[in-house]
């Protein structure tokens, strides 16, 4: 069974301060790790996947094979990073995406 | 060009009652997804199709649910006899394959009385 846990429901950050959003997996194969975001009155969209090692809006996610875990950084947060973040996985049936329950990141300005 | 659209955008039913909810996929796209997302939750994947077939169909919740995608384009997801617990947004996504990146719709939100 593949399980996503984002254990913050709420983070709140001051503009300009570090983010970290955490995200643990629990997969036995190879996952594929992805991050959503879904801005407010705005639908689901993905931010990034592990596999292109890309830096999206300044966020960035390294995925800890050894601690399960796939948490998402950004160095200095912006008003607009305020959004619902969903850390997700696909494993062998790569169809099959498994979200955690969300974490609602608020930038206070 | 248009995303994924999905219809209606808010369904309101009463216990007992047959539902169909409605996905158009982003042209072109061969894989279809549906999502069901209960209050504080999130997406828990319900049935996937590439082309007119279901590919998995192991998240449907039970036999009350049943989804199609005739011609391989939009899909009608259809539930009967509606239970309050099946209140939730039920969101479709579409990709051009199955590793693709999915594309999101506004999701129905759907309230059983």
């Known amino acids: 069974a593949q399980r996503v846990t984002q254990p913050e429901k709420l983070l709140s950050v001051f503009k300009g301060a570090p983010v970290e959003l955490k995200c643990n997996y629990s997969?036995?194969?190879?996952?594929?790790l992805f991050w959503y975001v879904q801005y407010s009155r705005q639908r689901l969209q993905l931010l990034l996947r592990?596999?292109s090692r890309e830096s999206i809006k300044g966020f960035t996610a390294d995925l800890n094979k050894g601690e399960t875990s796939f948490h998402l950084k950004k160095p200095f947060a912006q008003e607009e990073d305020s959004a619902m973040y969903y850390c997700?996985?696909?494993?062998?049936?790569?169809?099959?995406?498994?979200f955690g329950t969300g974490t609602k990141l608020q930038v206070i300005p | 060009g248009a995303g994924v659209s999905q219809t209606p955008s808010n369904k309101v039913t009463e216990k007992g009652k047959y539902v169909e909810l409605r996905c158009d996929p982003i042209?072109?796209?061969?894989?279809l997804y549906w999502y069901r997302q209960s209050l504080g939750q999130g997406p828990e994947f319900l049935i996937y199709?590439?082309?007119?077939?279901?590919?998995?169909d192991s998240g449907l919740p039970n036999d009350r649910f049943f989804a199609v995608r005739p011609e391989g384009s939009v899909s009608t997801l259809k539930i009967q006899r509606t239970e309050r617990g099946d209140s939730a947004v039920y969101l479709c996504?579409?990709?051009?394959?199955?590793?693709?990146?999915?594309?999101f719709g506004p999701g129905t939100r759907l309230t059983v009385l």
């Open positions: 997969y036995s194969g190879s996952p594929e």
């Open positions: 042209s072109g796209h061969t894989a």
């Open positions: 199709f590439q082309g007119t077939g279901a590919a998995d």
């Open positions: 997700a996985l696909t494993g062998d049936d790569y169809q099959k995406v498994t």
């Open positions: 592990h596999i």
């Open positions: 996504a579409s990709s051009w394959g199955g590793a693709n990146t999915q594309y």
